[in-house]
């Protein structure tokens, strides 16, 4: 028996409707995975090639029209036929639309192509909206369903304006060609086997996974839940942030002990929360977790240290009485005598390459000194910030700003800084100075366009004249 369809584009109807289908199920009842699997991995690696290659070519092969029109006209071929060739003969002719065999590779190819452009243009869009666009589930769930949906209403549109006897249909023929071999015949039914096999195993092995090693995944990411920005140079006692995350990948329960310390003497202070915790050289916050089989706990952790000094600020995860993960971080933890701050921005003059320790004491004459201008933007609009130095009292005339490498300053002279700063954003901006001998002190003046407001510090720098 052999069933042609091509009244009503059924195929794309079904994509259409498997597509729909996968959206709901994502978005209404995610839980069921084996579903998810099942219309995913067509949506994905097929729907969007078909659905394109189906827009462009509505027509079926012209030498299949032909060879369907001389079987119903008993093998004979009309002139007529033969000017519907074209100019180019045959090869003309066999141009014109596209077989069964050719649509699936080229969908599958597509597919594979389409789907990480997709994925391509949402990286873009992260800045957008960074906590509801980007590469994400909906995002990408979204955008490649719209592409099938319009692709595939294309599609249904223009074959709709071909004949229905070369339009591009479904076809099935149940019976074995008559002029094959039994060979050929149990051949051919042989390998069907074997291909619903392989599909089947295909959709176990994606639905069913195997167990594989058993691990426990342990990170830290800085107060934006990025693997940046990590809190490296603070004063003391001053509050911050990190995101702690632990993903249970042991196929059981387990429980985890987390410790933070700076030294490996001291001892273990069990807290119950970690909304705010105090780590000094004679004290470690330690905290039981509990975590699921395939679940990940992730908890913000607010910190201090009551110690000034260079740390290793060490992150343990214990398991069964031992240390099973080590992270640490270098923070320098130094006297807030450094820090110039007004809420919202908060602003620190240190030395070479942002470190507090590193600010001059001693200078010789016409020495060079490295220092840097640490700042944090706590405003949500971009500020204008400027940040003049004197040499104890303010000097005459205008200030000069510093140039690339050194600018030297004099007791009657002045040099700033000015550079933009985003919304939520910190910066350090290093500078150069050259200081004449003797003993001065740095006056610093920071102002920012947020609201006038002027914060001023100073450093003693002493020498020989």
């Given at each position: 028996m052999?069933i042609v ?12 409707g ?5 959206v ?6 995610p839980?069921i995975?084996?579903?998810r ?10 729907f969007?090639?078909y659905?394109?290659?189906s827009?462009l070519?509505?027509?079926r092969p012209?030498?299949?029209?032909e060879?369907e029109?001389e079987?119903?006209m008993?093998g ?6 033969r000017?519907e060739?074209g100019?180019?003969?045959?090869e ?9 065999l050719e649509r699936?590779?080229?969908?599958l190819g ?8 997709i994925g391509?243009?949402l990286?873009?869009?992260y800045d957008?909206?960074p906590?509801h666009?980007?590469i994400?589930?909906v995002?990408?769930l ?5 592409f099938i949906?319009?692709?595939s209403?294309?599609?249904?549109h ?9 339009r591009y249909?479904i076809e ?6 008559r002029?094959h071999s ?6 051919t039914?042989?390998?069907?086997l074997m291909m619903?096999?392989?599909v089947g195993m295909l959709?176990?092995i994606v639905v069913?996974p195997?167990?594989?090693e ?8 800085g ?10 140079n603070?004063p003391?006692a001053?509050n911050q942030?990190?995101?702690v995350?632990i ?9 985890y002990t987390l410790v933070?310390?700076i030294?490996?003497?001291?001892v273990?202070?069990?807290v119950?929360?970690l909304d705010?915790?105090?780590i000094s050289r004679t ?7 509990e975590?699921e ?6 908890r913000v952790v607010?910190?201090s240290i009551?110690d000034?000094?260079?740390?290793k ?9 031992g240390?099973?993960?080590?992270l640490?971080?270098?923070?320098r933890?130094f ?9 919202p921005?908060?602003f620190f ?8 320790f590193?600010?001059?004491?001693l200078v010789?004459?016409?020495s060079?000194v490295?220092?840097?201008l640490?700042a944090v933007?706590g ?6 910030i400027?940040?003049?130095v004197?040499l104890g ?5 205008e200030?000069m700003?510093?140039p690339p490498?050194?600018g030297t ?5 002045s040099?700033?800084?000015?550079f933009y700063?985003?919304?939520g ?5 290093p500078?150069?100075i050259?200081?004449?001998g003797?003993?001065?002190?740095l006056?610093?003046e920071?102002?920012w366009?947020g609201?006038?407001v002027e914060?001023t510090h100073?450093?003693t ?5």
């Amino acid at each position: 028996m052999h069933i042609v369809i091509r009244e009503r584009p059924y195929d794309l109807f079904l994509i259409m409707g498997c597509s729909t289908a996968l959206v709901l199920v994502i978005l209404l009842v995610p839980d069921i995975t084996a579903l998810r699997v099942v219309l995913g991995l067509p949506f994905i690696l097929f729907f969007p090639g078909y659905a394109l290659i189906s827009a462009l070519y509505p027509e079926r092969p012209r030498k299949m029209v032909e060879e369907e029109g001389e079987e119903k006209m008993g093998g004979k071929e009309t002139e007529g036929d033969r000017e519907e060739e074209g100019p180019d003969g045959e090869e003309g002719a066999r141009k014109k639309g596209l077989d069964h065999l050719e649509r699936i590779a080229l969908s599958l190819g597509l597919s594979i192509a389409i789907t990480p452009l997709i994925g391509l243009i949402l990286n873009y869009t992260y800045d957008w909206d960074p906590e509801h666009l980007g590469i994400r589930l909906v995002p990408i769930l979204i955008s490649q369903y719209a592409f099938i949906m319009v692709t595939s209403a294309v599609a249904v549109h223009r074959r709709g304006r071909v004949p229905t006897e070369d339009r591009y249909g479904i076809e099935f023929d149940l019976e074995a060609p008559r002029d094959h071999s039994t060979m050929d015949k149990v051949l051919t039914v042989g390998i069907m086997l074997m291909m619903v096999l392989s599909v089947g195993m295909l959709v176990y092995i994606v639905v069913v996974p195997r167990e594989g090693e058993a691990f426990t995944e342990f990170y830290v990411l800085g107060k934006k839940g990025m693997a940046d920005d990590y809190p490296r140079n603070f004063p003391v006692a001053e509050n911050q942030s990190i995101f702690v995350g632990i993903g249970n990948h042991e196929h059981r329960d387990m429980n985890y002990t987390l410790v933070m310390m700076i030294e490996d003497s001291g001892v273990n202070i069990t807290v119950d929360s970690l909304d705010h915790v105090v780590i000094s050289r004679t004290e470690h916050p330690s905290m039981e977790v509990e975590v699921e089989d395939g679940s990940t706990w992730e908890r913000v952790v607010n910190f201090s240290i009551g110690d000034i000094g260079l740390y290793k600020l060490r992150i343990l995860l214990f398991r069964s009485g031992g240390v099973y993960r080590d992270l640490h971080l270098w923070v320098r933890v130094f006297n807030i005598g450094h820090l110039v701050r007004a809420d919202p921005c908060e602003f620190f003059i240190a030395g070479k390459n942002g470190d507090p320790f590193l600010l001059p004491t001693l200078v010789d004459n016409g020495s060079e000194v490295s220092l840097s201008l640490g700042a944090v933007n706590g405003w949500d609009e971009r500020l204008e910030i400027n940040m003049t130095v004197h040499l104890g009292e303010p000097g005459e005339g205008e200030p000069m700003p510093i140039p690339p490498g050194a600018g030297t300053l004099h007791p009657e002279s002045s040099l700033y800084l000015s550079f933009y700063l985003e919304g939520g954003r910190s910066s350090l901006i290093p500078f150069i100075i050259t200081l004449p001998g003797g003993s001065w002190t740095l006056h610093f003046e920071v102002r920012w366009t947020g609201g006038g407001v002027e914060m001023t510090h100073d450093i003693t720098v002493g020498g020989e004249g």
